[in-house]
């Protein structure tokens, strides 16, 4: 009997503590859409503002000339300080606005790792875009596509 | 110092099984009506709160004998401050178990015990994650999520010694197995830490308790 209750004393010595894994992420992929066929899009733009972040994604410096998406998503980053993030996309003949809003979620996984903050629920809360569609809620590390716009 | 501790406790439930079963000579004639009530303090939680400042707790347990059935509770508090690298996570709550013991040595006149039982465990505790987190495009900035009014609750299997030292003074300790875990919160942050459970990063944990005693007869027991 001795020898269980030694066993039981050790046992939580033994318990390990969560891996320092996250596949937490918060990059944006937002794919466009011919509205007809459904088939990727090619896009021409200036570049795409999040609204209260000094990057500017898609920006040609130094002057500042038309990029194109030939059927790549556009690969953009929400704010991880706050519910919302609102983008702007500077096309050559008008601009477009999408605001998304979100949960975040922190997860202390363990003293030694850097913490974790999981994006999901993900929901377009206004834009002037002619059809959009979530597609993919939870914003991980995976390539995937998590907004679909169709023009 | 921690491995002192530990060496000493092993001795110490090494020891106690044999001070039990070499007093297994007299009877104890059945009776359900309770003879004493036993009221205790753990001694880890206090010994864990000195030699680790990110814990800081303390155990109460008592249990009342219902002939070799021992109704028993436990109450406690402990709070945790843990420090990642790039965040820091606190908690802080109470917590209760109650269940029943029974007694396996049933012929002990002393009312010695070597008892299996169950538990059911419940606490009410705050948590929060403050992290400050450098990102590419938002640059540096701190964030916190925490809730005040969280609860969990949990199942136990049980285990250990009761041995009256002297007189009303009696020591004794408590393997746990813990399981079963459940919370109401499905908010931000998740929980990491419940207080008198332990990480909820298992699915199951252990736990241990070694407690010192008092022994307060509340009737006069029939020779």
Same mark, same amino acid.
């Given at each position: 009997m001795r020898w269980i209750f030694a066993a039981a004393l050790l046992l939580p010595a033994c318990l390990d503590k969560p891996d320092?894994?996250?596949?937490?992420?918060?990059?944006?992929?937002?794919?466009?859409?011919?509205?007809?066929?459904?088939?990727?899009?090619? &896009? @021409?733009?200036?570049?795409?503002? %999040?609204?209260?972040? =000094?990057? $500017? #994604?898609?920006?040609?410096?130094?002057?500042?000339?038309?990029?194109?998406?030939?059927?790549?998503?556009? &690969? @953009?980053?929400?704010?991880?300080? %706050?519910?919302?993030? =609102?983008? $702007? #996309?500077?096309?050559?003949?008008?601009?477009?606005?999408?605001?998304?809003?979100?949960?975040?979620?922190?997860?202390?996984?363990?003293?030694?790792?850097?913490?974790?903050?999981?994006?999901?629920?993900?929901?377009?809360?206004?834009?002037?875009?002619?059809?959009?569609?979530?597609?993919?809620?939870?914003?991980?590390?995976?390539n995937v596509v998590h907004i679909e716009i169709y023009r | 110092m921690w491995f002192i501790l530990k060496s000493i406790v092993n001795h110490i439930i090494l020891l106690l099984p044999i001070v039990v079963f070499a007093q297994q000579a007299d009877?104890?004639?059945?009776?359900?009506?309770?003879?004493?009530?036993?009221?205790?303090?753990?001694?880890?939680?206090?010994?864990?709160?000195?030699?680790?400042?990110?814990?800081?707790?303390?155990?109460?347990?008592?249990?009342?004998?219902?002939y070799r059935y021992y109704l028993t509770a436990d109450i406690g508090q402990w709070e945790r401050n843990l420090k990642g690298t790039d965040s820091r996570y606190t908690n802080s709550g109470n917590y209760f178990r109650a269940g029943i013991d029974v007694n396996f040595l049933k012929k002990d006149p002393d009312r010695n015990m070597l008892f299996f039982g169950f538990r059911y465990g419940r606490s009410v505790f705050s948590e929060q994650v403050e992290r400050t987190v450098t990102d590419p495009v938002w640059g540096i900035q701190s964030d916190i999520q925490s809730d005040a009014g969280r609860r969990a609750g949990w199942l136990e299997i049980t285990g250990g010694l009761r041995v009256k030292m002297y007189r009303f003074i009696w020591m004794g300790y408590t393997v746990r197995y813990k399981f079963a875990l459940h919370s109401n919160s499905n908010d931000s942050p998740d929980v990491y830490d419940v207080p008198g459970y332990g990480g909820t990063f298992k699915t199951t944990t252990w736990g241990f308790n070694y407690l010192i005693m008092v022994r307060i007869p509340v009737r006069k027991e029939k020779p």
């Open positions: 320092c894994i996250s596949q937490a992420d918060n990059t944006l992929r937002i794919a466009f859409k011919k509205a007809g066929s459904g088939a990727a899009d090619t &896009v @021409v733009i200036y570049h795409i503002e %999040a609204i209260g972040a =000094d990057s $500017v #994604f898609y920006k040609q410096v130094p002057v500042d000339r038309p990029d194109t998406l030939r059927g790549t998503p556009a &690969v @953009v980053a929400v704010n991880p300080f %706050a519910d919302t993030t =609102d983008f $702007v #996309f500077r096309f050559p003949t008008e601009n477009k606005v999408l605001k998304v809003r979100y949960q975040r979620s922190m997860r202390f996984i363990n003293e030694n790792c850097f913490s974790e903050l999981r994006i999901s629920n993900l929901q377009v809360r206004f834009t002037d875009f002619d059809s959009v569609r979530v597609v993919e809620s939870s914003l991980t590390q995976s | 009877t104890v004639k059945p009776g359900f009506f309770p003879t004493g009530i036993r009221v205790g303090v753990d001694v880890v939680a206090p010994l864990y709160s000195i030699t680790d400042n990110r814990f800081s707790g303390y155990e109460f347990s008592a249990d009342v004998d219902f």
